[in-house]
């Protein structure tokens, strides 16, 4: 069984930062995509950003510049570098893992997210 563990998430003045954290145990085979997806009340779960295990990474259009997304191979570990954070920041974000022993034998994982709200 995986677990996906975040940390991080809370109160921020708009402007301010944030670094959110996510830590994957449990029986691992491979893990292949890692990343961020938030999701507000009432509204579809959203990207945030996506990185490969060799570094490549995809965001979200309106987010490029302000948030940086990394990750540690050997500790199975994915964060999310948050900058310039606006009011409309404010969701709950979910940590993201492909996991499985094949990419053909893999499955989406999920943390229990964790709560960024922006506000003054």
């Known amino acids: 069984q995986v677990q996906l563990v975040e940390s991080g998430g809370g109160l921020v003045q708009p402007g301010g930062s944030l670094r959110l954290s996510c830590a994957a145990s449990g029986t691992i085979f491979s893990i292949y995509d890692m990343g961020w997806y938030r999701q507000s009340p009432g509204k579809e779960r959203e990207l945030v950003a996506t990185i490969t295990p060799g570094g490549s990474t995809n965001y979200a259009d309106s987010l490029k510049g302000r948030f940086t997304v990394s990750r540690d191979n050997a500790k199975n570990t994915v964060a999310l570098q948050m900058n310039s954070l606006k009011p409309e920041d404010t969701d709950v974000y979910y940590c993201?893992?492909?996991?499985?022993?094949?990419?053909?034998?893999?499955?989406?994982?999920w943390g229990q997210g964790t709560q960024v709200t922006v506000s003054s």
């Open positions: 993201y893992a492909y996991i499985g022993p094949s990419w053909r034998r893999g499955n989406d994982y």
